[in-house]
Nanobody, 125 residues
Framework: QVQLVESGGGSVQAGGSLRLSCVAS????????MGWFRQAPGKGREGVAA????????VYADSVKGRFTISQDNAKNTVYLQMNSLKPEDTAMYYC??????????????????WGQGTQVTVSS
């Protein structure tokens, strides 16, 4: 049974930082595409960052480039999202997801076949 468990969300002031974690289990962790997505109230779910666990290559949404960093710890089957210089517009529920069928990182949400329950990030001005 595939499980993705996110943690690390919370409330922070603009300019602050948070680190999200996603622990994966129930499938072969290596050589998959793992991504972070977010959904703000009244908006669609959008891709934030993704990493290919087989080689570490990454991709980012333009809105977070230079502020967010996705990384992984293969020994812990864990993917992280370090978020710096947070803005109020970063406020959203953040979800971890895995695409077990694609080689390489991407942010096409329809291709991701497993999702976590999400962790809330709130940034106040």
């Amino acid at each position: 049974q595939v499980q993705l468990v996110e943690s690390g969300g919370g409330s922070v002031q603009a300019g602050g930082s948070l680190r999200l974690s996603c622990v994966a289990s129930g499938y072969r962790y290596s050589s998959n595409c793992m991504g972070w997505f977010r959904q703000a109230p009244g908006k669609g779910r959008e891709g934030v960052a993704a990493i290919y666990t087989g080689g570490g290559s990454t991709v980012y949404a333009d809105s977070v480039k230079g502020r967010f960093t996705i990384s992984q710890d293969n020994a812990k089957n864990t993917v992280y999202l370090q978020m710096n210089s947070l803005k109020p517009e970063d406020t959203a529920m953040y979800y971890c997801a895995v695409d077990t069928r694609t080689i390489g990182p991407h942010l096409e949400k329809s291709a991701y076949n497993y999702w976590g329950q999400g962790t809330q990030v709130t940034v106040s001005s």
